[in-house]
C-alpha cells in the first residue's frame, strides 16, 4: 500500500485515477480547489478511510504545510481546468496552476524523495504543422491569443519538470494527454463530447463549431487513466514526455452524427464560427508509449460513446431531465 497525492482529485481525470488507485488498496490524498471539480465526482470515495481530501489551491505555497502529504510516495500533478471554455474564463489560474503549482508539487517531490508525474496536454502541439504528432515535434503555438494561457502554462510546467529533473534527480514523468472522454464531466464542461451527448439527449441543437472538418482523437477515460499509472510505475517513462491519447482520428462533424445515431435523438446539427486558434488537426503518435509502457487504448470509439451515452442518460433521469 502506497501514499498517493492526486491534485485535482475532484475533477474528471483526478476522480477516476482516486477511485483506481483506492481500489487497489492504496492511500491517496486529494488537493482540490473544486473550482472546475465537484463533490459528486469523488461522493463514493468520502466514506473511505483510504481517501482524504484537502481543499486548497495548489497554487499557494502554503499547500505544502498540510502534513497529510509527509510520506506521499507518489504524486499525480492533475490540477488545471482542461476545457477550454474554463480555462478561458479564468487565466491567470490557470497559468499559476501549471507554473506556481507545478513547482510547488516538485518541491513535494523533491522534499518527499516521491516521484511525479505532471498531466502535459497535446496543447504543447499548438496548430500542429506536423501530423500525426511524435514528441520530437516541438509545436506551432501562439502566445499571442486566448489559448494560450494553457498552451504556454503547460510548455512551462514541462521545463520546470526538467529542471528538477535534471538538477534534483527528482523521477518526473510527462503525460502528454490527448483529447479524453466518457461519462463524469459536467454537463456545461464545454468541451465536444460532453456538449453533444447533453444535446442530443435534451434534444437540443447540436453546436459544430466551424465546418466540422477539424479532427480530434479521442481516448475513453479507462484507457487514459491506466497508462498514468503504468507511467508512474515504471522506470522507463522517468525524464521522458510520453504522448497519452487514440491513435485513431475523426473529425469534430463525424463525432456529431455518431452521437446524433447512437442516442437515436431528433437534434439537429448547426454551426457556428470556430473559435480563435482551434487547432486543425490533432493525432498521436503513441510508438513511445507502446514501446516503453506496452500501451495502447483498449476502448472503441463507438463503444466508448455508446458507454458515454448511456451513463450521461442515467444521470440525466437521476436529474429528472436536463
Ligand atoms: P477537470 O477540470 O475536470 O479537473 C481539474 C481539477 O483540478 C478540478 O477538480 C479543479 O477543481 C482542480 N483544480 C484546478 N485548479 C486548481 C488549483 N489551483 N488548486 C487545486 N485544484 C485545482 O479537468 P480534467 O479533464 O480532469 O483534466 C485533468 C488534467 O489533465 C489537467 O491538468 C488537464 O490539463 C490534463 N489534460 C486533460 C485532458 C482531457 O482530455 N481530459 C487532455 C489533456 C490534458
Ligand atoms: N467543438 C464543437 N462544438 C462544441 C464544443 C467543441 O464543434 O460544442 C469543437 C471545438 O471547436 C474543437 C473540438 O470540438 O475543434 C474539440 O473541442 P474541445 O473543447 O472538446 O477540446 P480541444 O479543442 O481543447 O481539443
Redesign the pocket.
Known amino acids: 500500500m502506497k501514499k498517493i497525492v492526486i491534485t485535482g482529485a475532484a475533477g474528471f481525470l483526478g476522480s477516476h485515477l482516486a477511485k483506481r488507485l483506492i481500489a487497489q488498496g492504496n492511500q491517496v490524498v486529494g488537493l482540490d480547489n473544486f473550482s472546475t471539480g465537484r463533490m459528486e465526482n469523488i461522493a463514493e470515495l468520502t466514506e473511505s478511510p483510504l481517501f482524504t481530501c484537502i481543499t486548497c489551491d495548489v497554487s499557494q505555497e502554503t499547500t505544502l504545510l498540510h502534513s497529510e502529504l509527509n510520506e506521499a510516495e507518489e504524486i499525480y500533478h492533475l490540477a488545471s481546468p482542461?476545457?477550454?471554455?474554463y480555462y478561458q474564463a479564468n487565466p491567470f489560474s490557470t497559468i499559476l496552476v501549471n507554473t506556481a503549482g507545478t513547482k510547488h508539487m516538485l518541491e513535494l517531490a523533491k522534499r518527499n524523495q516521491a516521484k511525479l508525474l505532471f498531466s502535459s496536454?497535446?496543447?504543447v502541439y499548438g496548430d500542429p504543422e506536423v501530423h500525426p504528432q511524435p514528441e520530437t515535434y516541438r509545436g506551432h503555438v501562439n502566445t499571442w491569443g486566448p489559448?494560450a494561457c494553457?498552451d504556454e502554462a503547460k510548455r512551462l510546467g514541462e521545463v520546470l519538470c526538467y529542471e528538477y529533473w535534471h538538477r534534483y534527480g527528482v523521477e518526473v514523468k510527462i503525460a502528454r494527454i490527448?483529447?479524453t472522454?466518457s461519462a463524469g464531466l459536467r454537463n456545461d464542461d464545454?468541451?465536444?463530447?460532453?456538449?453533444?451527448v447533453t444535446?442530443a439527449l435534451a434534444c437540443r441543437d447540436?453546436?459544430?463549431?466551424?465546418d466540422?472538418s477539424?479532427t480530434?482523437s479521442f481516448c475513453y477515460v479507462d484507457d487514459t487513466v491506466r497508462a498514468l499509472e503504468l507511467m508512474m510505475e515504471s522506470d522507463r517513462a522517468t525524464g521522458e514526455t510520453i504522448n497519452i491519447g487514440s491513435p485513431v482520428e475523426t473529425t469534430?462533424i463525424q463525432?456529431?452524427q455518431w452521437i446524433k445515431e447512437l442516442s437515436h435523438s431528433d437534434s439537429r446539427i448547426t454551426f457556428?464560427p470556430?473559435?480563435a486558434d482551434?487547432?486543425r488537426l490533432?493525432r498521436p503518435v503513441i510508438d513511445k508509449a507502446r514501446k516503453l509502457l506496452g500501451w495502447e487504448p483498449r476502448v472503441g470509439l463507438s463503444e466508448g460513446l455508446c458507454l458515454t451515452i448511456h451513463a450521461y442518460r442515467k444521470q440525466m433521469a437521476l436529474n429528472g431531465g436536463d
Open positions: 482542461a476545457s477550454p471554455k496536454t497535446s496543447e489559448r494553457y490527448f483529447n472522454y464545454g468541451r465536444v463530447i460532453s456538449n453533444f444535446q447540436m453546436t459544430v463549431y466551424g466540422g477539424q480530434r469534430i463525432v456529431a457556428s470556430l473559435p482551434d487547432p490533432r
